[in-house]
T-cell receptor, first 113, second 116 residues
Framework: DQQVKQNSPSLSVQEGRISILNCDYT??????FLWYKKYPAEGPTFLIS???IKDKNEDGRFTVFLNKSAKHLSLHIVPSQPGDSAVYFC????????????WGAGTKLIIKP | DAGITQSPRYKITETGRQVTLMCHQT?????MFWYRQDLGHGLRLIYY???????DKGEVPDGYVVSRSKTENFPLTLESATRSQTSVYFC???????????????FGPGTRLTVT
C-alpha cells in the first residue's frame, strides 16, 4: 500500500502560468515532506521541504502548502519556466525511521512555450 | 571529479549472473543509500549505511548485498540477477543525520540495469 501518492502521472502548463503539483499521503505521523526534481538521465535533486508543523514554505518561485487535515500537500511554481520541465517527486519521512524517505511515483511536468 | 558517481551507467546481464554496481562520493558524507526506481513507483530504498561498516536494510533488500569498507564507496551486488531486478538504480549520500531544512540527499546519475 503506497503511503505517498501522486495521482497525476503528467501535467502540462503554459510558460508563465502557475504549475500545481499534488501529493497525498496516508500516514499522519510523517514529520517532513520534501519535493525533488529529476531531469532525464540524472539523479533527483532536492527542491524544497516543509515540516509537518507548518502549513507553508516558500523559496523563490516555489511554494509548498501542507493541509494536514486532508493529508495533502501541493507544490506551486510561479511563474513556470521551460527549465521546470522535469519529473517531480514528493517524499515523506518519519524521523524515528532511520531517516528513510517514502517516495511518491512522480509527476512529469511539461512547460509549453 | 567531485560529487557522487555511479558506474557503470548502463549494464545488461543475464539471469543468474552476479553483478556489482559501484557508487563513489567525494564529500565524506556519513550516510549513503541505494534506491531502485521502477515505472509507476517512486524510489524504493534497498539498503542504506550510516557510516563505514554499518549497513541496514531498506524497503526492498531481498536479492541484494551491500558493503561499506570505506566511507566514500558503497557497492551494491546482485548475487544472482533476476528479471524483476531490471530497474534504474540510484545511489545517494547525505552529510549527517536528519536536520531539515539543510538536510538533503545528493543523488548519483543512476545505473540502468537490464537483466535478460
Amino acid at each position: 500500500d503506497q503511503q505517498v501518492k501522486q495521482n497525476s502521472p503528467s501535467l502540462s502548463v503554459q510558460e508563465g502560468r502557475i504549475s500545481i503539483l499534488n501529493c497525498d499521503y496516508t500516514n499522519s505521523m510523517f514529520d517532513y515532506f520534501l519535493w525533488y526534481k529529476k531531469y532525464p538521465a540524472e539523479g533527483p535533486t532536492f527542491l524544497i521541504s516543509i515540516s509537518s508543523i507548518k502549513d507553508k514554505n516558500e523559496d523563490g518561485r516555489f511554494t509548498v502548502f501542507l493541509n494536514k487535515s486532508a493529508k495533502h500537500l501541493s507544490l506551486h511554481i510561479v511563474p513556470s519556466q521551460p527549465g521546470d520541465s522535469a519529473v517531480y517527486f514528493c517524499a515523506a519521512v518519519l524521523l524515528d525511521s532511520n531517516y528513510q524517505l517514502i517516495w511518491g511515483a512522480g509527476t512529469k511536468l511539461i512547460i509549453k512555450p | 571529479d567531485a560529487g557522487i558517481t555511479q558506474s557503470p551507467r548502463y549494464k545488461i546481464t543475464e539471469t543468474g549472473r552476479q553483478v556489482t554496481l559501484m557508487c563513489h562520493q567525494t564529500w565524506s558524507h556519513s550516510y549513503m543509500f541505494w534506491y531502485r526506481q521502477d515505472l509507476g513507483h517512486g524510489l524504493r530504498l534497498i539498503y542504506y549505511s550510516a557510516a563505514a561498516d554499518i549497513t541496514d536494510k531498506g524497503e526492498v533488500p531481498d536479492g541484494y548485498v551491500v558493503s561499506r569498507s570505506k566511507t566514500e564507496n558503497f557497492p551494491l551486488t546482485l548475487e544472482s540477477a533476476t528479471r524483476s531486478q531490471t530497474s534504474v538504480y540510484f545511489c545517494a549520500s547525505r552529510r549527517t543525520g536528519f536536520s531539515l531544512p539543510s538536510d538533503e540527499q545528493y543523488f548519483g546519475p543512476g545505473t540502468r540495469l537490464t537483466v535478460t
